[in-house]
């Protein structure tokens, strides 16, 4: 009775007040008493989990109540009990639903973390409440934070983007360019990260949305790569089926400005058809005559 007194009152601005830290600092000493600490665990996480708990963690009072309530790992180095555990991620979770955040040594510290206990993927899920969450979080945990919440992130801070390594990119489905929705976050993360990245982010994006604006984000990205990133980037198949309508457009704008003048490109790309794979830094040259063939690799 006296804790859903303490949640009604948390429910309005009237009794977000030192009665409502009171009444729960009255509960807490209640359910500590030997008579209740069997069922201490199971009470308090009914506590935490109910909704309106949510109101009452806008007190910092009630935080640093319940924070000192909860128990902690009787050494350095062990691990809590599965329960106490759970009321952590509770209690943090509802921190950063308030506003409260905190460091990642301070969330490390009160769970025990280390490599061999680390978040789980459960525990991820439930603390990205907000971006300074996510952020902490790819800190502590990257190979499930990353996917879960790396797009996110970039959509609020493209320039985030330059805080994660070319695999780390590659684990945000999001910028594969399958939906459109995310092209306009795309577009921003290529001019933010290193060329490589750059170049194969552009290749999707254009081949997904066969928009000139998108050949424009290629364009820059293949001429800042370095050469040997370029041999290694065939055009032709990369964007096989767009050849027939933006072909001239590759030459001109992707190709020739990278390509040197002893290699010029006399051909139009349209006879793609006739192409092979060179390793050369230039794609195409013309041989003269139809026996030759038309268009043949470099030497």
């Known amino acids: 009775m006296g804790m859903t007194r303490v949640l009604e009152v948390g429910k309005t601005d009237e009794g977000l007040s030192v009665a409502s830290v009171v009444m729960l600092r009255v509960v807490l000493d209640v359910l500590a008493r030997d008579r209740f600490r069997a069922d201490f665990n199971a009470l308090l996480t009914a506590i935490l989990m109910k909704p309106q ?10 935080r640093s109540l ?3 309530r909860i128990p902690r790992a009787e050494e350095d180095g062990a691990r809590l009990p599965a329960i106490v555990r759970a009321h952590w991620i509770s209690f943090f979770r509802l921190c950063w639903v308030a506003g409260a955040h905190f460091e990642a040594a301070e969330l490390s510290s009160a769970l025990g973390l280390d490599s061999k206990n680390p978040l789980t993927k459960a525990e991820v899920l439930i603390l990205g409440v907000d971006l300074p969450a996510d952020k902490l979080l790819v800190r502590l945990a990257p190979t499930l934070a990353i996917p ?3 797009f996110k992130i970039l959509e609020e801070e493209p320039e985030f983007a330059k805080a994660l390594s070319a695999e780390q990119l590659f684990q945000i489905t999001e910028l594969s360019a399958q939906k459109d929705v995310h092209w306009p976050t795309i577009r921003k993360v290529v001019a933010e990260v290193e060329p490589t990245s750059s170049l194969r982010l552009a290749l999707s994006l254009f081949k997904a949305s066969h928009e ?3 050949l424009d984000l290629v364009s820059k990205a293949y001429r800042s790569v370095d050469e040997f990133t370029r041999k290694q980037t065939w055009l032709p198949l990369e964007l096989d089926r767009l050849l027939k309508k933006f072909g001239d457009q590759i030459q001109r704008d992707v190709i020739d400005p990278v390509v040197a003048p002893d290699h010029a490109i ?6 793609v058809t006739r192409l092979t794979r060179t390793p050369s830094t230039s794609s195409w040259v013309v041989v003269e005559g139809e026996a030759a063939g038309g268009l043949q690799p470099l030497a």
């Open 53 to 62: 708990t949510e109101a009452l963690f806008k007190l910092e009072a009630v």
């Open 66 to 68: 319940v924070r000192e």
């Open 148 to 150: 879960a919440f790396g």
């Open 212 to 214: 000139t604006r998108d």
């Open 266 to 271: 006399c051909q139009e790309i349209s006879r």
